[in-house]
């Protein structure tokens, strides 16, 4: 934890500040990330989405509200909070209501445990990593309340597959996660970052270090996709099928709810990805001779630019997959969960425990 | 153990154990779930209702009613005179409007039998052959969002553009054009006709092959529609399918060569099946192959026609056209080669009226319909999706 004494003072100095009974400064540095994160779900995850997708289709996307659509999103926000909150009259009224803010809430769970920074991180739990794993599971609860509570066939049918979908990808996913785990030899999600700095960048993430760790990690980013209902395994939502899956009766700003979820949820798993296999916020950059291009992109504020970036990265390969690639069907998604994915992960395990032990 | 009796309802049973213990049964109760798909639905491409009966996500029966476009088009010919319905015939099949209008315009001209002008023959053949490609693009383009694939869609939508200004430019609309009139048509091409649509060609000729990378090369394409949806021949033919859901199951049957009309027979073009080699036959895999092939050799006959069509001095294409349309007392059925199959006009004229005594409307999409209960028997949710995307239909055409 050397890169960041100064950061680590002082966020140790805000944590102490109270303004009578109330932590503020406590509350000032667990909300960073969360606020960056809210804001970056509103509207750039949205805006992005839109102009990689239309950029991948020959359009210019959103072009009139702002600067190159800049403001597009936000004045989408704006409408979805004056469309009225539709409830169906048939509808079992709080588990509808209950879905969303279930979905909401877990998916900005996770944030807590994501380290920003060598300093920056909600909570860091030593058994962080289990913590994520376990949240994405809450969401599934939001999938079943809000399908079946909305009492439309679609919706049901979208959460029965969301759930199927979501509960079997836990497993390829948490065993490749548990690989990770075995290299760092930690469930702290801040030990991860530790373990993966040093002075040749890239050279110290376990994907380039370590000759098991592309295995584990192609697995994750399959089975990540799967979890946040993303293209190839957009199922319980398939526009084309299902009308819009579990969310077909929402509207306005519970509909809003669910696609900050989504956004969330997949910033959750790109920056578990970069975090478990690519370092989180260690500098990918080397120290090549005199030059300490290493110890320059060292630091509080780079740290979670890094991670940032990364998560950004993976997210962008996430939009690059959905414009792409059509969907797969219920079936051949378990078909690729329970006989492709999961016994490599397996394998993946076992390959990482003895290159653990003879290395 | 022994049975003492059995209730219908929920597959109760009541049995006598070894004990002498009484027990009641009771399976694992299922009920089938009867699931409205559409009207309103984004995979149904309009207004189609399926009604399917559900195990799960097994459809056990799907039923589709039909009838909510229903414009009564047969009964507006009886009203109106035979020029008049041309325009009507543009909307039937609204993304073939070349197509449909030729098809109206060949049974007329056969009960009137008039001489139509060379050049008028190509530059139908021309107009009708790129609306061809325009509508498989709509047809290949949608059938990758009804997968899930977005990006296809958009990029046939670009290509299919550049079709729409070519024939918004000699015809003045972009769908419903009202351009092939009974012996003629209503305007002459423009000067640089032929040059852009030679440009086009060698402009799409790259795009196609980009599209069929993108989508039908793509594994995950090729898994959702491999071996989804069989159709055998002899039950195509049965159902009196056409076009490219009859050559998908095997046949090669095309009106273009089968029953030539205008001046296919001079031209050099195949008529594609597939043949196993990359779909089983008939599933919904062969159906867009066919749609895909089929576009090439529509490039094809449209350079040739380029070639040989004649350039007259001061052309009138309305010059066939006769100055009052009344057809001596008669019947007859002029069909033609759509891009969803073969589409007829079967017409009675009574000899005296400018009105047609009757015309029906042979529609193909409605007879490639007519075969969804059989196809969508003990299949899943996401495969009904996938045939009838692969059936193409028009609900403007079904209806009528």
Redesign the interface.
């Known amino acids: 934890m050397s890169q960041s004494p100064s950061l680590n003072t002082w966020s140790e100095a805000l944590s102490g500040f109270y303004i009578g009974w109330l932590p503020l400064g406590l509350l000032i540095v667990a909300a960073i990330p969360l606020v960056f994160i809210a804001l970056y779900a509103l509207t750039y995850g949205v805006y992005g989405e839109r102009k990689i997708?239309a950029f991948?289709?020959?359009?210019l996307g959103p072009m009139e509200v702002g600067p190159w659509g800049l403001l597009q999103t936000l004045a989408d926000i704006l409408k979805l909070l004056q469309k009225e909150d539709i409830v169906p009259t048939v509808a079992d009224k709080f588990l509808f209501v209950i879905g969303p803010v279930i979905m909401f809430v877990g998916s900005f769970m996770a944030f807590a445990v994501l380290p920003f920074g060598p300093a920056f991180i909600g909570a860091d739990l030593n058994v962080g990593l289990f913590y994520a794993i376990g949240i994405v599971a809450f969401e599934v609860v939001g999938i079943l309340a809000s399908g079946w509570g909305s009492n439309n066939?679609w919706a049901l049918?979208g959460a029965i597959r969301s759930v199927a979908q979501i509960v079997s990808y836990e497993i390829p996913a948490s065993i490749a996660l548990l690989c990770g785990a075995m290299m760092a030899g930690s469930l702290s999600m801040q030990q991860f970052s530790v373990m993966q700095a040093g002075p040749y960048g890239f050279i110290h993430y376990y994907l380039f270090s370590n000759p098991i760790a592309w295995l584990p990690f192609i697995i994750y980013l399959i089975s990540s996709l799967a979890e946040t209902n993303r293209?190839?395994f957009?199922?319980p939502e398939?526009?084309?099928?299902?009308?819009a899956g579990f969310f077909t009766e929402y509207s306005g700003m519970k509909f809003a709810m669910f696609f900050l979820a989504e956004y969330g949820s997949m910033f959750m798993v790109s920056a578990i990805l970069s975090i478990v296999f690519l370092g989180g916020w260690a500098s990918p950059l080397p120290n090549v001779g005199g030059l300490a291009l290493n110890d320059l992109t060292s630091g509080p504020a780079w740290g979670a630019f890094w991670i940032i970036m990364k998560g950004f990265f993976f997210i962008f390969v996430q939009m690059w997959l959905r414009?792409?690639?059509?969907?797969?069907?219920?079936?051949?998604l378990m078909y690729l969960c329970w006989k492709v994915l999961t016994p490599f992960s397996f394998i993946a395990f076992v390959l990482t425990a003895v290159w653990e032990i003879y290395k | 153990m022994q049975e003492l009796g059995k209730a219908e309802l929920n597959s109760t049973r009541i049995i006598r154990q070894n004990d002498n213990r009484v027990v009641i049964e009771k399976d694992l109760d299922t009920e089938y779930m009867v699931l409205s798909m559409g009207p309103q639905h984004p995979s149904t491409h309009g207004v189609l209702r399926l009604e399917c009966i559900t195990d799960g996500e097994v459809v056990v029966e799907a039923e589709p009613y039909l009838g909510y476009l229903h414009r009564c088009f047969e009964k507006y010919c009886e009203k109106v005179d035979y020029p008049g319905i041309v325009p009507y015939t543009d909307r039937m099949d609204y993304l073939a409007g070349m197509n449909t209008e030729l098809a109206y315009c060949i049974a007329v001209e056969k009960l009137l039998d008039v001489e139509i002008p060379r050049r008028v023959e190509f530059i139908r053949v021309i107009v009708s052959e790129l609306n061809r490609i325009a509508s498989h693009l709509v047809a290949i383009g949608t059938y990758g969002i009804d997968l899930g694939a977005f990006t296809p869609f958009l990029f046939c939508f670009r290509d299919r553009e550049h079709i729409l200004n070519l024939l918004e430019w000699i015809s003045g609309a972009r769908m419903l054009y009202n351009y092939i009139w009974i012996g003629g048509l209503s305007y002459d091409v423009p000067a640089d006709f032929k040059k852009r649509v030679a440009e086009f060609v060698t402009y799409f000729r790259p795009k196609a092959l980009e599209l069929q990378k993108l989508l039908t090369e793509n594994e995950i394409f090729v898994k959702r529609t491999k071996g989804v949806g069989i159709m055998p021949a002899e039950v195509a033919i049965n159902y009196a399918w056409s076009g490219p859901m009859l050559r998908g199951s095997g046949v090669k049957w095309d009106l273009r060569r089968n029953d030539p009309y205008s001046v296919y027979p001079e031209l050099d073009f195949e008529v594609p099946v597939p043949d196993g080699r990359f779909s089983d036959i008939g599933d919904s895999l062969s159906r867009h192959l066919v749609r895909a092939w089929e576009m090439d050799e529509s490039l094809k006959i449209i350079e040739q026609c380029l070639d040989k069509m004649p350039e007259v001095e001061g052309f009138n294409s309305r010059s066939a056209i006769p100055k009052k349309i009344r057809p001596k007392a008669g019947e007859v059925y002029g069909r033609a080669e759509n891009p969803r199959g073969e589409v007829g006009f079967y017409i009675v004229s009574d000899g005296k009226s400018t009105k047609p005594l009757r015309c029906k409307a042979r529609s193909s999409c409605f007879v490639n319909l007519s075969a969804m209960k059989d196809l969508s028997k003990g299949q899943l949710i996401p495969d009904l999706v996938a045939i009838i995307g692969s059936i193409d239909i028009v609900l403007g055409e079904v209806d009528r």
């Open positions: 997708s991948m289709q020959d359009r066939k049918y293209a190839p957009d199922i398939a526009e084309s099928e299902l009308v414009w792409t690639l059509p969907r797969l069907r219920v079936d051949q």
